[in-house]
């Protein structure tokens, strides 16, 4: 059975850093797209990064692009998403998900992935 555990999330200031981490278990890692999204209160989950099986290939939503840094470590069966100079904007539950691929594809819509975690909260505050 397919696991993903967020950790990492908390009330940072704007400006500050999070560090996002994801575990994931049951799955041959190396095999899988890996995503990050976010919902916000009254709003729909968006795309924000997401790194492609072999880690060469990454994609980021406009409004995060230089600011976060979407990560994997197949050894520890991990993604990680480093998020810097932290916006009000940014407070949402972060989802991590996944998708099994046959290619390097990186994947950036919700209906893409067929594994979710359960979420962590960030909340920036101005």
């Known amino acids: 059975q397919v696991q993903l555990v967020e950790s990492g999330g908390g009330l940072v200031q704007a400006g500050g850093s999070l560090r996002l981490s994801c575990a994931a278990s049951?799955?041959?890692?190396?095999?899988?797209?890996m995503g990050w999204f976010r919902q916000a209160p009254g709003k729909e989950r968006e795309f924000v990064a997401a790194?492609?099986?072999?880690?060469?290939?990454?994609h980021y939503a406009d409004s995060v692009k230089g600011r976060f840094t979407i990560s994997r470590d197949g050894a520890k069966n991990t993604v990680s998403l480093q998020m810097n100079s932290l916006k009000p904007e940014d407070t949402a539950v972060y989802y991590c998900?996944?998708?099994?691929?046959?290619?390097?594809?990186?994947?950036?819509?919700?209906?893409?992935?067929?594994?979710w975690g359960q979420g962590t909260q960030v909340t920036v505050s101005s």
């Open positions: 998900a996944a998708v099994w691929t046959w290619s390097d594809t990186v994947f950036t819509q919700n209906n893409e992935y067929n594994y």
């Open positions: 049951g799955v041959a890692f190396s095999r899988y797209d």
């Open positions: 790194i492609s099986r072999s880690g060469g290939n990454t």
